[in-house]
């Protein structure tokens, strides 16, 4: 663990990622994204749910893949982690396991390297999702991750906040860099019932718009990758195939699934 001290930063400014923090039980979180969390709550009571689904999904996710013998991983607009996080379960199934978190937030690097940085295995990397090209030309990733191996790509629940063309450019430039082997995991928000519930949380969180994204455009991401069984679904049916006793539909929801770059044909 590293000895960086924490930098002061503004934190009078709600940010998405702390408020996540908040509604999963994290405590690096500040007044103005624990009001954020309570907006939403009260306009989706289901976020915390889906929050915590997700973070259920991501663990299983980075388990299977980990069993598939990768050892890297970047989980891009990470936010703050939370327990399990990503280096929790990779390093539980490979010790050797290197994790890089990658976050546009200045507050989430800082606690992120002074709570979890261990040199060689687990680094917290400053980018952008919205420039993918940077964050692969970072140094500092370079440093943990080696692109001429397997490595995985981690964009879970943070898609939905660009456009869907946006979004296909964030996809397939981090699918483009990495090695046959490699893996990418994504869930994304979708509005299932197309209500003004997307409208409703970017006037809570005014920072940024949430983008509506179908099944169809969200498969599309997994272009040129086998998917992994059962495909693109629920994140909290992920990796089992939706059943009857699964829970009813819902206004909005996660869809998620892990594909695999194939070696050249």
Known sequence: MSDQPLVSFDTSKPNIARAYDFILGGKDNFAADRELAARLLEIYPLAGALA???RAFLARAVDSVSRHGVTQFMD??????????????ASGVNERARVVYVDNDPVVISHT???????????AVPGDARRPEEILASPALAAMIDLNEPACVILAMILH????????????TFVRALAPGSFLII??????????????????????????HDRQEIAGY??????????LTEARNWPSRQSDSVTPDRPADLLAGVGRKPAPA
Do not use: C, M, W
């Open 187 to 212: 869930s994304v928000g979708v509005d299932n019932d197309a209500s003004d519930l997307g409208d409703r949380v970017t006037t809570a969180y005014t920072a940024g718009a949430l983008h509506s």
């Open 113 to 123: 390297r002074a709570l979890l940085a261990e040199e060689g295995k687990v680094a």
């Open 76 to 89: 891009v607009g990470s936010g703050l982690p939370t327990s399990p996080s990503t280096h929790e379960i």
């Open 52 to 54: 915590r689904e997700n």
């Open 161 to 172: 906040f660009f456009e869907s063309g946006q979004a296909q450019h964030i996809v397939s």
């Open 222 to 231: 997994f272009t040129g990758l086998e998917i992994l069984e059962p495909g």
